[in-house]
Structure formats: C-alpha cells, structure tokens
C-alpha cells in the first residue's frame, strides 16, 4: 500500500495548519490532533476522507491505521464516501421539524430528484440529514462546510439557495487563505 | 427589564474586538483577580455566587472546583464545553459568536482560579466558524498580553487552544468530549475516578459550560455575594434561555431566574407568544432530555402556583408533573404539533447518538425508535405503549452515562401526558396518518 500512501500529498498551508493543532498538545499527547487534522484533510480532499488519506493521517501522527479509522468513523462529519461538491447538512431534529424541517428535506428530494445520502446526477448536491445543528432559532436550516443558512421556510426560499450555491465555489479554510 | 450579566453589552457594534470589549470593562476580572486575588478567594467568590453549571446538571460551579485534586508536580487543566448539541440548545453558539471575548476572560480568571495553566475549548465541530472567531479573538488576547507568559506582569501563565469535535452529540458528556479532546472515540468513561482526580491526559480537570465560565467575571468584579442576590432561592444570577418551536420571537434571552413561565411565552420582551394566533399545547422547558409537559402543567404547577423559569419551580412535582431547566432550552409546540411524531424524532435522534458501549442504550434507543416509528406511521399494536414504557425503563440508571436516562425520559414523559394521543394513533391509524392530521383531544382528526 505504500505507493498509494505517497500519492497522498497535504498541501504546505495545510501541513502548517496541521503542526499548529500538534504544537496545542503536551509532549506525546500528538494524536490529540486527530480530530482537527481529519477536518483539515476532509477540505483538502474533495469533501471526504478515503482509507489512503486516512493512512496518511496516521503517518502523519505515527499512530495506526486503525486509530483513525475508529474515530473517522465514529464522528458523523466525517464522509467516508466520495460526495457531490456541495453536501446540504440538513437539521432533521425536533426543534427544526416544529418550524418545518421535514418540508425543506422533502423539498430538496424533489428538486434535486435523489434520496437522503445520495448525489445529485450532475455532482453537484448531496443531501445529509443531520441532527441537532445548534440553530433552533432560526430554523429550518443547513450546513454547507463551515456555514450556515438559515431560515430556509419556503420553496422560495429553496430555489434562491440552491441557485446561489449552483453558481458558489468552496470557502477557502482560514488557514488556506495565507498562501 | 432584568439585570444582563452576560449580554449588557453584546449589541454594541464590534463588541468581538478586543478594543472595543476592554472599553465597555472587558477584562477588569482578569486584572483583579490576578493581581489583588489568591486564587482560592476567587474560588470562593464563585461558591458564595450559587453559580450551577449551565450546561445542563445544574451542580454548583464553586463546589465542583473545589474538588479538583492537587497534587505535587501534576498539571491540571479547564476545558470549557462548548458542544453544544442538546437539541434546542443554541445559547452558547450565540453568545460565543457575539461575545467571543467574554468566553476568553472567563477562561482566564477560572484558569487562574484552578491553578492550571494551559486550558482548551472544546467546541462542535459544526461551529467550526465560530472556533475562527474565538481563534482571532484569542490572539487579540495574546497580542496584549492577556495570554501567554506573565500576564499583566502577575507571574501566572497560561495558554488556550481551542479544539473541534467531529459531530457527536455524546462528547458533550463531560468524560466523552475528554476523550474526544484526546483524539479518539467520544465513549464516556466509568466514574470514579471523577475528571477532578483523572481527567484530560490522567490529570486533574475540570470541564465547564461556556455560560458558567462567561459567568465568571462578573461574579468576580461584583463579588459572589453580589451575583447571590439575583434570583431565587438556589437559582441564583441570571440565565440564557435558548427559545424555539412555534413562537413569535425565537432568540436568545437573558433573563433573571425566576420570570413566570406564562410571562416568557408571551410577554413581547421574550417569546411574543405563540405563532400564527394558535394555541399552547406543551413546552420541553429544557433540551429535548427532560420532560415534556403539557400547557396547563408549565403554565401552573399541580398545586396552582404560577411556574417560575427556576431549577426548583421547573421540576416542581418531579417527573409526575414537572421537569426540568436543563440547558435553559425552552421548546414551544403550538396545538398543530403531534406529540407521537416529535417523540418519535427525539427517539431517532437519541439511537443515532448512542455511542454504543451500553447494551440498555445502544439497543434500547433503537427498539424506541422503531415502536414509535410504528406507531407514528399506522402499524402501532395496543400493547406497544407499555411496551415502551418498559423499555425506557429498562434504559433508565443502567449506563455508564446519562445520555440513557436523556433517551428514556422524553418517551415517559410524552406517554405519561399524551397517553390518549399515543392511543389514538394506535386505534385509527388511518386517520392519524392522514396529511395535517393532529389529535386534538377529542377523537376527531383535524387537518391542519
């Protein structure tokens, strides 16, 4: 596998971003950074993280495999399959379905014409519930990587936004942004 | 209009600078308290205050810190909880958007007060936009000196690192997030030993919410004697109520301990009452764990006395007819909502973030989630109520954490006060599944 492994090159803002959140630990206390450094790999990789960038990761903190697959796992913000260029993170909880969640999830299956977890033909949208996104107030709402959009409470509403985001390229990361 | 401990100032444009929050006060606690204060007089000042965490337990904030093991040579660390994942909860996120500073003096002063030296914020990983703005405001502190090595020349270090999760509703239980914060599943640890003994990296920790560490500085500035005389009784100071569902005026509000309930649903200066001109049918006082309970019941306790927003007058009657303050996230549900739908949804959310160390949890969230998802869609059985009644009490007090008991409460609750809707479903399923339906008391569907 390690001709794989060695395609997987991180960029040099990300592998300083990378030491930043190692240096935040105490001696031998690195694979604390594992969470911030698989967030890190997710928005250098396409939205998701195969098991070569998984390994990557672990080479990077020279810890096993497997310690990152357990965790990337375990979390749901982490994709393990390859997504479309936008991945609508929408609440599904109670508090979001009381000002009509479930409209906007169904809303977006139609117009988008796929199921929950799937991509949109053309690449662009993939559709994930998730649980509670701490924005009751101001829901129904989703996530797109570091954002949020709120108050999305009528089929108008619906199409300005996927409109936007048709025509939207990827947030540079903060730590990207320097180089 | 109350007192605002935390929000006095968190309107004023470019409050998130450090310029212009030192202006309207911003870290005076950390000066005091560095330079006049020892940090077990800090300590002290937060046991007099009555501070209880605002996360959700509501255990007194001075006592907790007075637990945490000291021994020689050993580091020991403050790690604020900032996961904020208790659905309805969104207090935290607001406030650290808003006010990320008042977070950061917090950290300080309690750090000092704990005597730890480098400390961490573990946030959500959703919000990663908000850990970008306390990152800022964070270097802003360092930049002047406010962390670091010697701050304002006092001889106390200390470094803050903020640290994201990945989307687990679990690691917001304190032993959960420590491991997470360690870089791995967010799988609670058994207790004792207690974080206070063995915590982050095996030393002695103390986790807090980020609206009991913000709490901090005014309780320093004003003296906890002072902070004691907001409120009531044991539910002193003030508290950020997080308001959602069917209101006129969702948001965040900072109110004094003890407003009526019925006046915080419907005074304009808080929820403007319900929506669309409809009826109150129930309130989850609490995050989506505690009890739900049924207008007349959140209105006025079983012996008619006006509820009061309080830990003692919320769970006034225990779990037979009151609840719970909880995160201080207050869920409105107006006479269209169907109590079965909603438990059922909580009962799915509750499955999915099982983390699944504890068979009573991991397997009975799931059972929940499909009777009532049964029940819901018009496949219900007559016995399924007692069915889940069972199970939820097979779940309660048998894990290692209390995300069981968070999963089994709300099915009680909704069962032990919406029986007849629960029935209904079951007994005319044709009916109930119908677009718009909802059981309004009567057994008679009426489409919404």
Not at chain 2, 232 to 249: D, M, P, Q
Not at chain 2, 339 to 353: D, L, M, P
């Amino acid at each position: 596998m390690a001709e794989t492994i060695n395609e997987v090159k991180f960029s040099d803002a990300a592998m300083a971003e990378i030491q930043r959140y190692i240096s935040h630990y105490p001696e031998g206390r690195h694979k604390s950074a594992l969470l911030p450094i698989l967030h890190i790999a997710q928005a250098e990789f396409g939205g998701w993280v195969s098991p070569e960038v998984m390994d990557k990761v672990a080479e990077i903190l020279d810890i096993q495999p497997i310690e990152v697959y357990e965790v990337a796992t375990f979390y749901t913000m982490f994709n393990l399959k390859p997504v479309g260029k936008h991945v609508l993170e929408v609440c599904r909880t109670g508090p979001c379905c009381l000002r009509g969640a479930d409209e906007l999830i169904n809303t977006l299956k139609r117009k988008l014409n796929i199921e929950e977890g799937e991509t949109s033909a053309d690449g662009m949208f993939t559709l994930k519930p998730v649980e509670c996104l701490a924005s009751c107030g101001t829901g129904p709402m989703l996530q797109v990587r570091e954002l949020f959009y709120e108050n999305i409470d009528s089929e108008e509403r619906v199409d300005e936004f996927l409109a936007m985001m048709r025509q939207k390229e990827h947030e540079t990361p903060v730590w990207a942004q320097q180089s | 209009m109350g007192l605002k401990i935390l929000t006095e100032h968190i309107n004023v444009p470019g409050i998130e600078t450090l310029e212009v929050y030192r202006k309207h006060g911003g870290y005076k606690s950390v000066e005091k308290a560095l330079k006049t204060m020892s940090p077990e007089e800090v300590v002290e000042e937060v046991k007099t205050s009555g501070l209880r965490g605002r996360g959700g337990a509501g255990f007194p904030a001075g006592m907790k810190w007075s637990f945490l093991a000291k021994p020689e040579g050993v580091p020991r660390y403050l790690v604020c909880n900032a996961d904020e994942s208790e659905p309805g909860t969104f207090k935290d996120r607001w406030y650290m958007e808003k006010n990320p500073h008042g977070l950061i003096e917090g950290m300080i002063t309690s750090s000092y007060a704990l005597g730890a030296n480098t400390s961490y914020i573990y946030i959500r990983g959703e919000l990663m936009f908000i850990l970008r703005i306390l990152e800022k405001a964070i270097a802003e502190a360092y930049a002047a000196g406010l962390l670091g090595k010697n701050i304002m020349g006092s001889g106390y270090d200390l470094d803050l690192h903020v640290a994201p999760g990945g989307g687990a509703y679990i690691c917001g239980e304190e032993t959960a997030l420590l491991e997470s914060l360690e870089g791995k599943r967010g799988n609670p640890r058994n207790k004792p030993p207690f974080p206070a003994v063995k915590g982050l990296f095996q030393s002695p920790t103390v986790v807090n919410n980020v609206e009991t560490i913000s709490s901090v500085p005014w309780i320093v500035n004003n003296g906890g004697a002072e902070y004691a005389k907001v409120g009531i009784g044991r539910s002193t100071g003030t508290k950020l109520i997080s308001a959602s569902g069917n209101i006129n005026n969702p948001g965040v509000y900072e109110i004094e301990l003890g407003v009526p309930v019925e006046e915080f649903i419907y005074s304009d200066e808080y929820c403007g009452g319900i929506w669309k001109g409809r009826q109150l049918k129930a309130v989850v006082p609490g995050g989506s764990s505690v009890p739900i309970l049924p207008a007349n019941l959140i209105l006025k306790t079983a012996a008619g006395e006006d509820r009061l927003m309080t830990y003692e007058s919320l769970s006034d009657g225990g779990f037979v007819t009151g609840s719970m303050m909880g995160s201080g996230a207050f869920i409105v549900f107006d006479e269209a909502q169907c109590i079965v739908r909603n438990t059922w949804n909580y009962s799915r959310f509750y499955h999915h973030e099982s983390c699944g160390q504890c068979s009573p949890c991991r397997e009975g969230t799931g059972w929940m989630e499909k009777v009532l998802h049964r029940i819901e869609h018009g496949h219900g059985h007559q016995q399924d109520i007692d069915l889940l009644v069972s199970v939820a009490k097979q779940i309660e007090g048998n894990t290692i954490c209390p995300l069981g008991d968070a999963a089994a409460w709300p099915v009680a609750a909704a069962i032990r006060h919406f029986r007849d809707e629960f029935e209904w479903h079951i007994k005319h399923p044709k009916e109930a599944t119908a677009p718009g339906a909802v059981y309004r008391g009567q057994l008679d569907a009426v489409t919404a």
